[in-house]
């Protein structure tokens, strides 16, 4: 089982703690009554998506003796216009860098991830269209 504590600090600020010990703070924005100290929760559902997916990825272009040197995912969110205001659609690009990578290891890789391996994607599904996309920059 996972954990988490999320403790109310003043205004619209929130440190949110994970039971791996690590913690990060939430803010509004000013117009909400924050001060912008931190990030949106919704921004931390991109995040989670972006960082789930790129750990699938780089274990499986490491299994695949890919020689990455770079590697970032492009995490874009449409938000519903009105409240809740959930993600209707959310776009990942994947761009990875390297020397002779395989565009069939990186093709395999991404679809793992988004098919059956990244659970953050698989908790959105049904919530949200997610679409992706990758990219290979040689070096």
């Known amino acids: 089982m996972s954990k988490a504590k999320v403790t109310y600090v003043n205004g619209m600020q929130f440190v949110g703690e994970a039971d791996s010990g690590h913690a990060i703070i939430m803010d509004g924005t000013p ?8 990030l949106r929760p919704m921004e ?3 995040i989670g ?8 990825v780089v274990a499986i ?10 590697f970032e995912i492009n995490v874009n969110g449409q938000k519903a216009e009105n409240h809740p205001q959930k993600f209707n659609e959310i776009d990942m690009e994947f761009v990875i860098k390297g020397k002779n990578i395989s565009e069939e290891a990186v093709k395999r890789a991404v679809q793992l991830s988004m098919e059956k391996y990244c659970s953050v994607k698989a ?6 269209k ?3 996309t990758y990219k290979i920059i040689e070096e």
């Not at 117009?31 to 931190?38: A, H, L, R, V």
């Not at 998506?49 to 699938?56: F, H, L, R, V």
């Not at 908790?123 to 949200?128: H, K």
């Open 44 to 46: 931390l559902l991109l």
């Open 49 to 56: 998506i972006g960082g789930c997916s790129g750990m699938d």
């Open 61 to 70: 272009l490491k299994k695949k003796k890919q020689a990455i040197s770079g």
């Open 31 to 38: 117009e909400t009554g924050g001060k912008d100290t931190g």
């Open 130 to 132: 997610i679409n992706y």
């Open 123 to 128: 908790a959105l599904e049904g919530s949200a």
